[in-house]
């Protein structure tokens, strides 16, 4: 007898899709907070570099090579990420991208990361790379998910690439083989399988971080710029990124609430 479920047809399709994928791509559910986003970085870094307020925000990001070097990068980079957080909407207009796809994946109660990853790669810089890696060795819980947004087309070098779940567990066994090896001995292991997604502006990414991925030297001739959060269910187990510290609480029920307070009065539960 199969197992009953309760969830949607939608929901079910969704997570079955991602189950066998690993990711799913998908139009923004909130186009206004994706443009205010968008503008929002765009002047930031304007402002950043002496410019004025950018006429075409898409055109300014994938253009910023004109304007910047890889020795000044870091520092645009941290001032944009640092504006951000002076931003009391952001968060919350970063989680409407994409509300109903969370909810469907992960659940309801839900913790978001404290602070954005922002990844700016110039044409031909090789400053910027991400060698492969999974984010559930650096102590991410594999309940968590990333959230995945490109503020210009991310295509072809101009994007990350990352593994199937079949491609991913089927190197686990193979790990033995790298022990004196470093990422990119590993990453020639798997080029030849590993997707790079193409995600334009207007659409978002989830996907699980406990897949190897990681990016490369950006050879097309725009620049990349593209957002990251991680969010996961808050009553489910955390690894070393903790609550409090990495993670921040977004939608706990009030019976969650209750419950975490309650008490037993003493002598209720005496043996």
Same mark, same amino acid.
């Given at each position: 007898?199969?197992?009953?479920?309760?969830?949607?047809?939608?929901?079910?399709? !969704?997570?079955?899709?991602?189950?066998?994928?690993?990711?799913?791509?998908?139009?923004?559910?909130?186009?206004?907070?994706?443009?205010?986003?968008?503008?929002?970085?765009?002047?930031?870094?304007?402002?950043?570099?002496?410019?004025?307020?950018?006429?075409?925000?898409?055109?300014?990001?994938?253009?910023?090579?004109?304007?910047?070097?890889?020795?000044?990068?870091?520092?645009?980079?941290?001032?944009?990420?640092?504006? !951000?957080?002076?931003?009391?909407?952001?968060?919350?207009?970063?989680?409407?991208?994409?509300?109903?796809?969370?909810?469907?994946?992960?659940?309801?109660?839900?913790?978001?990361?404290?602070?954005?990853?922002?990844?700016?790669?110039?044409?031909?810089?090789?400053?910027?790379?991400?060698?492969?890696?999974?984010?559930?060795?650096?102590?991410?819980?594999?309940?968590?998910?990333?959230?995945?947004?490109?503020?210009?087309?991310?295509?072809?070098?101009?994007?990350?690439?990352?593994?199937?779940?079949?491609?991913?567990?089927?190197?686990?066994?193979?790990?033995?083989?790298?022990?004196?090896?470093?990422?990119?001995?590993?990453?020639?292991?798997?080029?030849?399988?590993?997707?790079?997604?193409?995600?334009?502006?207007?659409?978002?990414?989830?996907?699980?971080?406990?897949?190897?991925?990681?990016?490369?030297?950006? !050879?097309?001739?725009?620049?990349?710029?593209?957002?990251?959060?991680?969010?996961?269910?808050?009553?489910?187990?955390?690894?070393?990124?903790?609550?409090?510290?990495?993670?921040?609480?977004?939608?706990?029920?009030?019976?969650?609430?209750?419950?975490?307070?309650?008490?037993?009065?003493?002598?209720?539960?005496?043996?």
């Amino acid at each position: 007898m199969s197992k009953q479920s309760f969830l949607s047809i939608d929901d079910q399709k !969704l997570g079955e899709d991602f189950l066998t994928n690993g990711f799913a791509i998908f139009d923004v559910e909130d186009t206004d907070a994706l443009d205010r986003i968008q503008s929002c970085v765009a002047e930031i870094a304007a402002r950043h570099l002496g410019h004025e307020k950018p006429a075409d925000a898409t055109t300014y990001l994938d253009q910023i090579h004109d304007h910047i070097s890889s020795q000044s990068l870091n520092d645009l980079r941290l001032h944009v990420i640092n504006g !951000l957080k002076q931003e009391t909407w952001f968060r919350q207009a970063y989680f409407e991208l994409a509300r109903k796809h969370i909810e469907a994946l992960v659940g309801n109660e839900l913790v978001m990361q404290r602070n954005v990853n922002l990844s700016i790669q110039l044409p031909d810089d090789d400053s910027s790379l991400l060698p492969i890696h999974a984010d559930v060795w650096d102590g991410n819980s594999p309940f968590e998910v990333v959230v995945w947004l490109p503020l210009v087309d991310c295509y072809g070098t101009k994007t990350m690439y990352l593994l199937s779940p079949t491609d991913d567990y089927a190197m686990h066994n193979q790990f033995h083989n790298f022990t004196n090896k470093n990422a990119e001995d590993l990453y020639q292991a798997v080029k030849g399988r590993a997707q790079f997604m193409k995600v334009n502006k207007g659409q978002v990414m989830i996907f699980s971080l406990s897949l190897m991925h990681g990016n490369r030297v950006n !050879l097309e001739d725009t620049t990349r710029w593209s957002m990251n959060v991680r969010f996961k269910g808050a009553l489910t187990p955390y690894d070393d990124k903790k609550l409090g510290e990495y993670f921040e609480p977004i939608s706990v029920r009030p019976i969650t609430k209750l419950g975490m307070k309650y008490q037993y009065h003493q002598g209720f539960k005496d043996e």
